[in-house]
């Protein structure tokens, strides 16, 4: 007897013949509901996905100019924070900054790419971006109830993808690179003379943007996993519990984070570029 639940047959009367695609693969799948829209979403939902997607290209196009340009990236004492630390013999003398001639004269091509490696994979290996650029640039999906493109999903089990896998190693990076960057900051509160005691403008714009960088970086999942998330009793580690829990609230706040952080090293960067080709100088507080 017909109780009105069993599954319907895939036939011209219930949609199969209006839906798109190859029959048989992905949303078209047998097994899947057959409904003739390639979705029923009346918003702008490609809003979304398109500005996510001019916002990296933007980023990425500056980076990489900033990156390969080797120039224009000290004005004392403000040091990019692309080029910092500056691991080889080109790097222009820092004086008391993080300049460490670790690769020596071979290395001829701008610092920047021997330490940018670190904090942009901590990025693109990071959950929330890894959500942006899919949706951005490979409609994987293009938003929520809206169906993929593709014939097929194999998510991150084949290579490159499975290597965003290593994100948690990249944060470890990341941390030993905000630490720097910190120190850097600490020397902003020196004048072009390197004496400490004064503050500019470039040293606010450095102390909001380590300040991002951290909140980014602790706000991690990976953070929050190795601060608790292998603890079976709590109770027996309050203080890690603490921790977890703050690590938690800045957590929900990671997507923001993400942007903000990212603005805002673009924006640093961008200051210290600003100083060394010498459209202004750099307005002293003290």
Known sequence: MATGTEPQPHTEANGAKGAAGPPGTGVHAPSRAAIPARHLRTDRWWLYPATTAAGLFAFVVYSTWRAFANADYYAAPYVSPFYSPCLAENCHPMRGGPNWEVFGSWWGLSPALLILIFPLGFRLTCYYYRKAYYRGFW?????????????????????????????????????????????????????????????????????????????????????????????????????????????????????????????SVAAADFYVFLLATGVFDDPRFF
């Not at 293009?142 to 990249?170: D, M, S, W």
């Not at 960088?213 to 603490?242: D, E, Q």
């Open 139 to 263: 409609a994987s999906p293009p938003a929520c109830a809206v169906a993929e493109p593709h014939k097929k999903y194999t998510g991150e089990t084949r290579f490159p993808l499975i290597l965003q896998n290593i994100h948690r190693y990249f944060f470890y990076f990341a941390v030993l690179v905000a630490g720097i960057l910190t120190y850097d900051t600490v020397l902003t509160f020196r004048n072009a003379d390197y004496e400490w005691g004064h503050m500019g403008l470039g040293t606010l714009v450095f102390l909001v943007n380590i300040a991002l960088i951290w909140a980014y970086t602790v706000s991690c999942h990976s953070c929050r996993h190795i601060i608790g998330g292998r603890l079976r009793h709590f109770s027996k580690h309050p203080v890690r519990y603490r921790l977890w829990g703050w690590a938690g609230k800045l957590n929900a706040r990671h997507a923001a984070l993400a942007w903000a952080s990212l603005i």
